[in-house]
T-cell receptor, first 111, second 113 residues
Framework: KQEVTQIPAALSVPEGENLVLNCSFT??????LQWFRQDPGKGLTSLLL?????REQTSGRLNASLDKSSGRSTLYIAASQPGDSATYLC??????????FGAGTRLTVKP | DTAVSQTPKYLVTQMGNDKSIKCEQN?????MYWYKQDSKKFLKIMFS???????INETVPNRFSPKSPDKAHLNLHINSLELGDSAVYFC????????????FGSGTRLTVV
């Protein structure tokens, strides 16, 4: 069974700081790992998808890494902005049937 | 043009009622899902449908029944609603189940009173 854990549960930083969100998963036989963003009262938006053959993926100020052997992924956000405030969710596939989600990290970036 | 659309966005109903939530996707995906997000914001898979066939059913009470008339639609019917059913329900779709093209609807906030 795929279980996804995210640390920390909440994070508050001043604007401009670089930060790292952590994700761990129990079943390393995955095709990919995905990071999503959820704004309050909204659905989920896909940020980055890392293929199992990749070590990392970048989009703008976001960089996600994947270490299948240790069952870990990190999401690095550079030069954080107040607009980055949201909940960030990590998801890993299970049995090629669906994605299993962590509980998320609620990020607040203070101006 | 909305890729994954759910209706209604909000639903308030009394205990014991039966209600349905509709979902449609125009992405040509072959797999659709229902997730439940509880008050602690934990997102949990309920059902997955691939080409109109149920391929997963995670320990969900049988009061919940998904119905897929075609691969672009996956509706969720709930019988005898209980207070604990209050949550946000998200529909999603993808190419197969392994994460590619995973797209979520905006959610239906269900409140049972």
């Amino acid at each position: 069974k795929q279980e996804v854990t995210q640390i920390p549960a909440a994070l508050s930083v001043p604007e401009g700081e670089n930060l790292v969100l952590n994700c761990s998963f129990t079943d390393s036989a995955i095709y990919n790992l995905q990071w999503f963003r959820q704004d309050p009262g909204k659905g989920l938006t896909s940020l980055l998808l890392i293929q199992s053959s990749q070590r990392e993926q970048t989009s703008g100020r976001l960089n996600a890494s994947l270490d299948k052997s240790s069952g870990r992924s990190t999401l690095y956000i550079a030069a954080s902005q107040p607009g980055d405030s949201a909940t960030y969710l990590c998801a890993a596939p299970y049995n090629n049937n669906d994605m299993r989600f962590g509980a998320g990290t609620r990020l607040t970036v203070k101006p | 043009d909305t890729a994954v659309s759910q209706t209604p966005k909000y639903l308030v109903t009394q205990m014991g009622n039966d209600k349905s939530i509709k979902c449609e996707q125009n992405l040509g995906h072959d797999t659709m899902y229902w997730y439940k997000q509880d008050s602690k914001k934990f997102l949990k898979i309920m059902f997955s449908y691939n080409n109109k066939e149920l391929i997963i059913n995670e320990t969900v009470p049988n009061r919940f029944s998904p119905k897929s008339p075609d691969k672009a639609h996956l509706n969720l019917h709930i019988n005898s609603l209980e207070l604990g059913d209050s949550a946000v329900y998200f529909c999603a779709s993808s190419h197969q189940g392994n994460g590619y093209g995973y797209t979520f609807g905006s959610g239906t906030r269900l409140t049972v009173v």
